[in-house]
């Protein structure tokens, strides 16, 4: 079936300090991959997406890359800030599917 | 534009009681999700509405749980009786149809005890 795994946290980094959160996935065919958000007390919120091989994804400073061969869409970033302390899930949505499937999720924690 | 709206933000019941949980979607979003998220783990989902109708309620606890979307709007998902293994967040998701964008709600967070 499809599924999606995460790197394990919590992950807790200095402030400007390079980020990646690895995500990798099984599916069939080509599915969609996303990089949810989860501040604290407030609902998912999207905050990347690919929707095929080689596409990145970008949002406010975040980065992923759509990787068909290795299976894998990690999240990047430069430089965090503290304001980056959050929950960050990786899912997908299976080709022709309609729901997403979630990793377990990363803490990240971010000191200044 | 007001995003998807759940309420009660928060609920601590008894286990055996009833609850229940309010979705009001992002208007004009046709498709309609119910999620589920243990702590510590990714949303699972529950049910989904195209419409008023459940087109996808395999891992929905029968049992206990049901669900409602009359109109094809609002939707209300209840619990009866609740298990202290139902305690978790219940997230309500909408998007404009099964290929665009999900947005999620805050959650309703159940505590049963």
């Known amino acids: 079936g499809n599924s999606v795994t995460q790197m394990e946290g919590p992950v807790t980094l200095s402030e400007e300090a390079f980020l990646t959160i690895n995500c990798t996935y099984t599916?069939?065919?080509?599915?969609?991959l996303f990089w949810y958000v989860q501040y604290p007390g407030e609902g998912l919120q999207l905050l990347l997406k690919?929707?095929?091989?080689?596409d990145k994804g970008s949002n406010k400073g975040f980065e992923a890359t759509y990787r068909k061969e290795t299976t894998s869409f990690h999240l990047e970033k430069g430089s965090v800030q503290v304001s980056d302390s959050a929950v960050y899930f990786c899912a997908l949505r299976a080709q022709g599917a309609q729901k997403l499937v979630f990793g377990q999720g990363t803490r990240l924690t971010i000191n200044p | 534009e007001a995003g998807v709206v759940q309420s009660p933000r928060y609920k601590i019941i008894e286990k055996k009681q009833p609850v229940a949980f309010w979705c009001n979607p992002i208007s004009g979003h046709n498709t309609l999700y119910w999620y589920r998220q243990n702590l510590g783990q990714g949303p699972e989902l529950l049910i989904r509405y195209e419409n008023e109708e459940a087109v996808d309620d395999s891992q929905l606890p029968k049992d206990r749980f049901s669900a409602e979307r009359l109109k094809g709007v609002d939707s209300t998902l209840k619990i009866q009786p609740a298990e202290l293994g139902d305690s978790a967040v219940y997230l309500c998701a909408s998007s404009l149809n099964t290929q665009n964008t999900i947005y999620f709600g805050e959650g309703s967070w159940l505590t049963v005890v």
């Open positions: 599916a069939t065919g080509y599915p969609s």
């Open positions: 690919a929707t095929k091989a080689d």
